[in-house]
């Protein structure tokens, strides 16, 4: 899934490993990237558990966005939990 010419800040932020799924997925060819419940079908079917995972989570409308405006690959997954965010979960319990 190439990055579409444009802003950075236009397109979705996914994981890696989101990412290679769902690459995987549309150079297969195997169906249409907007076909969202084919996709999470084969996701599933082929082992991207996190791919599968993350297009359950996110719904249509983010899936439509990261397909029509493409993906901003991050290293670890978007939103890592507080933990990442200096606060201290600890304080939580």
Request: glycine share 10%; hydrophobic share 40%.
């Amino acid at each position: 899934m190439e990055k579409m010419p444009g802003n950075p800040e236009n397109g979705v932020e996914i994981s890696r490993e989101v990412f290679e799924g769902l690459e995987f997925i549309r150079q297969s060819g195997a169906t249409n990237m907007l076909d969202r419940p084919v996709v999470l079908e084969l996701a599933r079917e082929w082992g991207f558990d996190a791919t599968a995972d993350w297009i359950e989570e996110v719904g249509s409308r983010t899936f439509a966005e990261l397909i029509f405006s493409g993906p901003i690959v991050i290293d670890g997954a978007p939103d890592q939990g507080i933990e990442d965010q200096g606060v201290d979960p600890d304080e939580y319990e």
